[in-house]
């Protein structure tokens, strides 16, 4: 609704019009009785009429025994818009599958309401919840209000930044591994990595329970662990021949488009047979007919790395470097694996380059030799394809 | 007093609904009851139903105290969240299904974002809350939902589309592998203060920052030179030194990528590639922006066969075939020429006309 007193922000007015829902709403609600969310709001309004940001470069600012968890954003126009002119960041660890009760919800708005703007994202895209803009006197009083409520802060700058992990075994019957028991796991594990930066730059962990990859992982995180199985997919006979008298064309929508071509579909007698040996868990069919198809029974996971966004030598997707490992608590063999190739990038890594970048410029070789993994041609799309490979002397005698 | 660290989140164990807990890891099947309504089985029978709920992404603890009195009425109390900004409300009473879709219908929830529709866009802060923002995320991907919200609700697409937004190229968030990315670039190189850069900037490192080797030391001036013509305009270097802003009303503005995937299933994940380099801002509603963001949703879902992600219809009728189908006019910063460009030229005579 519109009316005169708030036409001092006409242009954002207009985004509280239409179905979507509108993040405008959402602050005036919070400015309500916010100060801050108040002149963030004016704030904004002038960014749109301006065409550019108004947030001045970086700060530095934390809480106490913490390196990062808490990015620093002041105004630069602190007359103007004097609420926001400290408007911190607190990057706060989310719980495994971003589960949570309203008790704990409730909670959570105590303690930003009393600290902060009102303002949240739920989430931010790695997955930490965000407490959007506090002042720098609000910081140390809110971690330690969070700290009672049992919530502890995430990552930030050159550290592990909080790994994240899609829904698994929590509700959906495709998760090849526990991925939040996981996630939970190497969190707790490596707390001191995610609280105190020391790494080259950043360094992200996701764990998807299948190759659908609903978190993303593959693209934006430099350790990708995926769900997978090594043996056969469970057919429900009974279940194929429903889904094809229900409709499904199991010959067009679920052979043809299988990209190994290792099932059959005999449309007399309404017979599904699958090649196991051929097959390459890409999840089509399972995805189509899940009361029918089930993932196999020997489960684990394939662990690719060097995933990321373009900065700074480009976007790369995730390789595998291990194709199937166990996931059994407490998960030790890939918390080594991991801990070793920290320390190689540690040691190696120029200031701001990720792990994938690392790998490119010193080569998948010396990698693998260096944290000591075999070469094995899952790792790969194709051999290459030109001559100027290298021996170790060693192995020319 | 101390201050307590390194705890830990919250264990989701104690925050997991009963039927959760009960019939962890041993989920049966699902289904698609409707956009927006999964209904998952267990092999103990049990069902959960699960409603799922578009977000702002950017909302207020009255929005987070308003969808906890939702889900102690409905849902026991339990809610959980997924990585696209969207809420899930857990039913496990069947009796609670249609009361809750009618309250969220009436509260104006939209439901949707699962099977073949647009699922909620991923995004990032924008000029609310980031210090390097080529563009607005939030003010773009209101208008852009606005404008396609009938394929969030329903049903009318050949597969699941996956818009994401960026408002540079630091890319928080995966929009380099969505179907449709929508990402804020600059177009004009920084201008150096030199007195900052003096002050405040690690000068071999911001060197080091630039991919194309385009910063070089200025020693006369304790300072650095850009050469322009080498300049594409990252920002890194803006990342790591304050008195190099790129940023720019005139300059600054939107591309539009396209064909990325996230997921194995038939085709292995992709990058989405660039098909608009620029659009201007023009806030509040970015009009050019939806616009093309339609043509292409609409193009795609009138050409592709069922199943068929965007590159995965690109990649079976061609490039060429897609910008003479959407009409995109074809310009030169269509054609990379970073370090991988060689993979992307055709080295054959077999395209279409």
Redesign the interface.
Known sequence: MTNAKDTETP??D??E????????K??K??AEDNAS?KD?LRQ?ER??N?????????GIVG????GGGVIG?YSDLPEEFPAVAE?H?LRV??????????????Q??DV??KHGS??????????DIIL??APTDAL?PC??DL?EI???LGGSGSDMRTP?C??G?????Y?CI?T?DIL?SI??EF??EL?RPMFPYKSKIKIAGC??????S???SDFSLIGTWRDNIRINPDEVAKYANDGLDIQS?VVA???TGCMHWDAATKTLTIDNAECNR???CL??M??AL?IGMERGATLLVGGK???????L?SWVIVPFMKMEPPYDELKDLIRRIWEWWDENG???ERLGELINRLGMRNFLKAVGLPPVPQMIRAPRANPYYFWDPEEVK | MA??????????K????PV?AKN??Q?????RVKPGVLK?VAESGDE?Y?VRV????????????EV??I??KFCG???????R?N?EF?VSDKEQLEPLLQYLKDH???VGGTGHAISNP?H??????????AT?A??I???V??DL?EY?VDWKLPAYCRISL?CC?????????SDIAILGIHRKPPHINHDIVRAKCEIP?VI??C?TGAIRPDPKNKSLTVNEEKCMY?G?C???C?GM?L???LG?GVSIWVG?K??????P???SRLVIPYLP?N???WPEVTSAVRNIVETWAKHAR??ERMGEWIDRIGWERFFDLTGIPFTVQLIDD???ATETFRSTPTFKW
């Open positions: 242009l954002l207009q985004l019009e239409g179905p979507w829902p509108s993040f405008v959402e602050i609600r919070a969310a963030l904004l960014s749109y301006d065409k550019i940001g108004h947030w001045k470069h970086g809480v106490r025994g913490y954003r408007f960041t660890n989310h719980p495994s599958g971003w589960f949570y009760t309203t008790e704990k919800l409730r959570l708005c930003w309401d009102g303002l949240t994202n739920l989430h931010g895209a790695t997955g959007l803009g140390q971690f330690d700290a049992d919530f502890d994240s899609c829904v075994p929590a509700r959906c019957e998760a526990d939040l939970y969190t707790m707390q001191d609280h190759p659908n990859d609903c978190v993303a593959v693209a934006r929508e488009l299988c990209p890409c999840m089509h995805n189509l899940p009361k089930q966004a373009p900065i700074v030598h480009g976007a997707l120029k200031m701001r | 201050t307590r660290t390194d705890f830990g989140p919250p264990n989701y104690e925050l997991i609904p959760v962890y890891g989920w049966k099947y699902h289904e998952h959960l699960t578009g977000s702002s992404r950017l909302v207020s603890t009255d929005w987070i105290r906890c009195e889900a102690d109390g339990h809610l959980r969240f997924t990585s900004h809420l857990l104006g929830y939209p991923v990032t802060q924008g000029w609310i809350h980031c210090h390097t923002p607005d939030s003010g991907v209101k208008a939902m606005d919200f969030f960026a190229l630091n890319m928080c968030g995966a929009v380099h592998c490192n080091a920052a991919p990252c890194n803006y990342t790591m304050p802003p940023a720019d009303p600054d990325g996230i997921s194995s299933a038939r085709t994940p992709k990058f801002n806030p509040p509603r069922k199943h970073f370090t991988m």
